[in-house]
């Protein structure tokens, strides 16, 4: 094995607004290694979906990213010239987005749109295009995939646009495939589809795949690692495995106990919550990002910023806690949860 | 659901007004428009010429900075010794009061009908809407000056024909407006009360419109503005003696060569003018839309 | 689509027809046409004599039941003053303010559209400022001082181009520019609006994100996207521009339409000025026909559905 596909070090994206500084991103490390699938998990805001903009340099113009580097084989590409950007994006890194219902430009057939990539990274003839579209429709499940070249994406079904979104990210083999949300939009009986369509391209073509999701319940059987983000850190990272099973950080443990299991949920029986919200993130940080909202909160908690603690290879968590899940006690969460319903 | 029928129109106008003090447009334009109006009403007082009285002795003076100019005639006099400063004044008379009075027709009529399509819907909409058509395919400047060369000119005739020309855009703005607002809950919870149609239209929907009226309005009467001084260019709005800053351009076409200013004059106060209740009117268009959405 | 266009057709009609009953009803409404044809100073006996030839003694509904009969026919009625054929006349003027308009349209188009997608690109910079100052400054610029302006700055100080006249190519530019800047803020104001949300949505962040180069992304893309309305309002603005001829015509002598019409209303020619309006607005109501049909056409959700 080769080196790691991409390789994410001290990413932070600020935002001024009116003065102060909004950071999104604070310090993030990421790496993808090749036909590996890392899911980056967290709630809305905590800053995920900028970290695949910003991987992908594609941040809104207000937005400053900054980062020791961020390594696509090897090259580091945070530095890129804009137009070493646009040879690098749709076919080396590609991106499937949240809503394909808007990610299609409505004005245009949809074999249209598939040759114009193909056509502006590759010398490739217009019917050679046109196959190769064929080819990947047919791949990623589109029935009639000829038939649907000439149609408008207005008048695809909403998996079947975003079937036609995979297929565009797969069209010039790019070695890294960025999904932002890719079922967020779509049915539940569809999620499955497309989840499970996503999982048997990557394992067949030896892609790395970043899935960017808020859906815990999503990356099981679909990741190998999960990277998880809270507040613009990444608080916790390892295996599917070793954070679904044993959550070391109390946020993953939160996220945990809000989703209902088959099986050991009973009916009637109260879900968990995390109290609290999601904190606005400007200025510096001077405590754990995780304070107010924690169960186990202790004094050292409050004393600055956390490091990021290495457990074992590719096991890390932002806690100060000691990493046993055993030793601590579940009641805290109940009281907590009390209290922030009574207040 | 009960206090929001007392609070709900007061609210947003004030932090309009408010949000609009603050803009320096605002004061920029409210203050050309006042010293102009100012103008208008005391021009008696600024000056001591009659503006229709002609002095033949006196013709084709320049403006004071220019080198053969006179304080006695601080803009010069026109082709028949019209001392042209007092004319400018006076034109403003003519410029606002049209400005004014157009508007009150325009605006009464527009908004009576746009108000009604928008109110109730149906078949008054459908008719309204196909009167606005049939208005918007008519063409402005051609038909007031057929009406206005037929009929045979007057003041009185200029401010009907041009009041009742462009009610196009209150009753198109308004309409929509009103749409808006009556689907909001406490209209229906006024008419669910019993109140009369008339209480709402007056007491619940017209406060809720005055922003984007006030839009409008601005708009309108700087079109009125503009339609009298090229009515009165083409000869065919204000007659003499009367004064009016398009006629003024008209007269001193023919001395665009050898003496521009005296059509820029009077085209530098009617730009002004415009200009000042454009900048007022999109002042307006900013605060109560704070989205920036028109 | 199909039902779409007919109704849209049906309504066009509609608005002609009605259009045609108030102009026909302006020009016999407003004074009498018989005195004014008769001239100053006629007795009582030639105003009778006039109405009489033309029969302006008949009721209205059948002077314009008639006027229409005839209009459907191609006959325009005979001018009085000119002792012509108004179609005869209409068709020498018409092809004069057509060309000024389509050129007026043209010059429109080529500053407001660049300068709203430039605005749009790059918000609060020197362009957006300039083009913003550009619309408000045009919209308190009355055309016929404009084109005083134009006249003064080419005509006279440069000397660059004929001050009036209908001869040449050249006695087109100054009446094409001052008809033409006069629809440029509302068109420049809708392209950048019309942009600033197309850069911002989802399948241009797409197109960026799959490499495609910045002017595919910009013209192919945004532009396309947002152009949809302004050709709509392109041609309501064609339409306000034929109107507004009058004053600009008349200005640089330029012998169209408008032109025409201005003669006609001082010689009281209600053939001409009866056939002029029902023309213009004709001409409108197409426009607005032809701006909905094609804001459905460059739409493919509203064309193929």
Redesign the interface.
């Known amino acids: 094995m080769d080196g790691p596909i991409l390789e994410v070090a001290g990413l932070r994206v600020d935002i001024p607004v009116d003065g102060s500084t909004l950071r999104p991103v604070r310090r993030v490390d990421l790496t993808v290694g090749r036909g590996e699938t890392v899911a980056i998990v967290g709630e809305s805001g905590c800053g995920k979906s900028l970290t695949a903009l910003s991987i ?1 340099g ?1 941040l809104p113009r207000s937005a400053r990213p900054s980062s020791d580097h961020v390594r696509l084989k090897g090259e580091d590409i945070s530095k890129a010239s ?1 137009r070493r ?7 080396r890194i ?2 499937i ?1 949240q ?1 394909p219902m ?6 245009y057939r949809i074999g249209d749109q598939m040759v ?2 193909l056509r ?2 590759r010398s490739i003839s217009r019917s050679d295009a046109q196959a190769r579209a064929v080819e990947l429709l047919g791949k990623v499940g589109v029935p009639t995939p000829e038939e649907r070249l000439s149609q ?1 994406p ?2 695809l079904s909403g998996g079947l646009r975003q079937r036609v ?1 995979i297929a ?1 990210a797969l069209l010039c083999e790019p070695e890294l495939v960025i999904a932002d949300e890719p079922t967020t939009a779509l049915d539940v009986t569809i999620q499955a589809q497309i989840l499970r369509l996503l999982r048997d391209i990557q394992r067949e073509t030896g892609i790395g795949l970043v899935l960017i999701t808020h859906d815990l319940g999503v990356v099981a059987g679909v990741a190998d690692r999960i990277v998880v983000m809270y507040g613009g850190e990444v608080v916790e990272t390892g295996t599917c495995d070793e954070v679904l099973g044993a959550p070391l950080h109390p946020y993953t443990e939160g996220l945990l106990r809000s989703i209902p299991v088959p099986g050991e949920t009973r009916q009637g029986e109260r879900l968990g919550f995390i109290p609290g919200v999601v904190p606005r993130q400007s200025g510096e940080q001077t405590s754990c990002g995780f304070l107010k909202r924690c169960p186990y909160a202790m004094a050292e908690c409050a004393g600055g910023p956390v490091a990021i603690r290495d457990i074992a290879h590719g096991r890390g968590v932002r806690c100060l806690l000691p990493p046993d899940p055993g030793a601590r006690d579940p009641g805290l969460w109940t009281r907590f949860e009390t209290e922030e319903v009574a207040s | 659901m009960a206090n929001s029928t007392n609070i709900a129109p007061l609210s947003p106008g004030q932090l309009a007004f408010r949000r609009a003090l603050r803009h320096g447009g605002f004061w920029t334009g409210g203050l050309i428009i006042l010293v102009i109006v100012l103008a208008a009403i005391f021009a008696p007082l600024l000056t001591p010429y009659d503006p229709a009285l002609q002095d033949l002795t006196q013709r084709y003076i320049p403006p004071v900075w220019s080198e053969k100019g006179t304080w006695d005639h601080i803009l010069g006099t026109d082709n028949l010794g019209r001392d042209y400063f007092a004319r400018v004044l006076y034109g403003t008379r003519i410029s606002l009061g049209i400005g004014l009075l157009t508007l009150l027709i325009s605006g009464t009529i527009g908004v009576s009908l746009g108000i009604a399509a928008g109110y109730w819907g149906g078949w008054p909409d459908l008719v309204i809407n ?1 009167l606005i ?2 208005r ?8 007031a ?3 206005v ?4 000119n007057s003041l009185t005739l200029l401010v009907l024909v041009i009041g009742l020309l462009l009610w196009d855009r209150f009753a198109i703005v308004v309409r929509s407006a009103t749409q808006q607002v009556a689907s909001r809950e406490y209209i229906t919870s006024a008419r669910a009360i019993g109140s009369s149609t008339p209480r709402i239209l007056f007491r619940e929907i017209l406060p809720n419109i005055t922003g984007p009226l006030i839009v409008v309005a601005s708009i309108e009467i ?1 079109h009125a503005i ?1 339609l009298e ?2 009515l009165s ?2 000869g ?1 709005g204000v007659q003499p003696p009367q004064v009016s800053w ?1 006629l003024m ?1 008209a007269e001193a ?1 023919s001395q ?2 050898f003496r ?1 200013w005296m ?1 820029a004059i009077p ?1 530098a106060a ?2 002004l003018l ?2 000042a209740i ?2 007022v009117g ?1 002042t307006v268009r900013d605060v109560t839309t704070p989205e920036g959405k028109a | 689509m199909a039902a779409f266009i007919t109704k849209r057709l049906a ?1 066009t009609v ?2 002609i027809i ?2 045609s009953i ?2 026909f009803m ?2 016999h409404l ?2 009498d ?1 018989a005195a ?1 044809m008769a001239g100053e100073g006629a007795t009582d006996a030639d105003i009778a004599a006039v109405r009489e030839t033309y029969g302006f003694n008949r009721p209205l509904y059948a002077q314009y039941l008639d006027w229409v009969a005839k209009l459907l026919q191609g006959d325009f009625g005979r001018s009085y003053y000119l002792r012509m054929d108004v179609g005869d006349v209409l068709a020498e003027h018409m092809p004069i303010t057509a060309t000024l308009g389509a050129l007026a349209l043209g010059f429109a188009l080529l500053l407001s559209v660049p300068l709203g997608v430039f605005a749009a690109l790059w918000p609060n910079t020197m362009i957006d400022r300039f083009s913003l100052w550009l619309a ?2 045009g ?7 404009f084109a ?2 134009l ?2 700055l080419f005509g ?1 100080y440069l000397r660059w181009l004929p001050i009036s006249g209908t001869g040449s190519w050249q006695n087109y530019i100054m009446p094409a520019i001052a008809l033409g800047y006069y629809a440029t803020p509302a068109i420049m104001r809708l392209t950048r609006s019309g942009m600033m949300d197309v850069l911002q ?3 241009v ?10 002017w ?1 992304v910009i013209i192919k ?1 945004s532009l ?2 947002a152009i949809i309305p302004v050709v709509s309002l392109a041609a309501v603005q064609l339409g ?1 521009m ?3 001829s ?2 600009i015509e ?1 200005i640089f002598s330029l012998k169209g339409i408008g032109y025409l ?2 003669e006609s ?2 010689r ?1 020619d ?1 053939e001409i ?1 009866q056939a ?2 029902l023309v ?2 004709t001409a ?2 197409l426009l ?1 026909l032809v701006a909905d049909l094609l804001n459905a056409a460059l ?3 509203i064309r ?2």
Not at chain 2, 136 to 143: A, D, I, S, W
Not at chain 3, 139 to 145: D, E, G, K, T
Not at chain 3, 205 to 214: D, E, M, N, Q, V
Request: proline share 6%; charged share 10%; net charge positive.
């Open positions: 992908m594609l804009p950007w646009r040879k690098l994006r749709g076919d590609a991106m987005f809503d808007t990610a299609l430009d409505p004005c114009e990539i502006q990274h408008f207005h008048q979104m565009m | 196909f058509t049939i918007l395919t008519l063409p402005v400047v051609l038909v000056l057929v009406v060369a037929l009929i045979g700087a503009l001084a090229a260019f083409l065919l398009g351009v076409k665009l060569m521009p059509i085209g009617l730009v415009i200009f454009n900048l999109d | 309504l509609l608005v009605v259009t108030v102009a302006l020009v407003s004074g046409p004014a408000v400054a919209q308190a610029l009355p055309s016929f001082l005083l302006g006249m003064y006279v949505s989802d399948h962040r797409t197109a960026r994100a799959y490499g495609l180069s910045p595919r893309h396309r996207h306000f034929l109107g507004g009058i004053v008349t019409a201005w209303i001082q009281a209600i000025i002029i309006l213009i607005a409108y109501a607005t739409d493919p959700r193929v559905s």
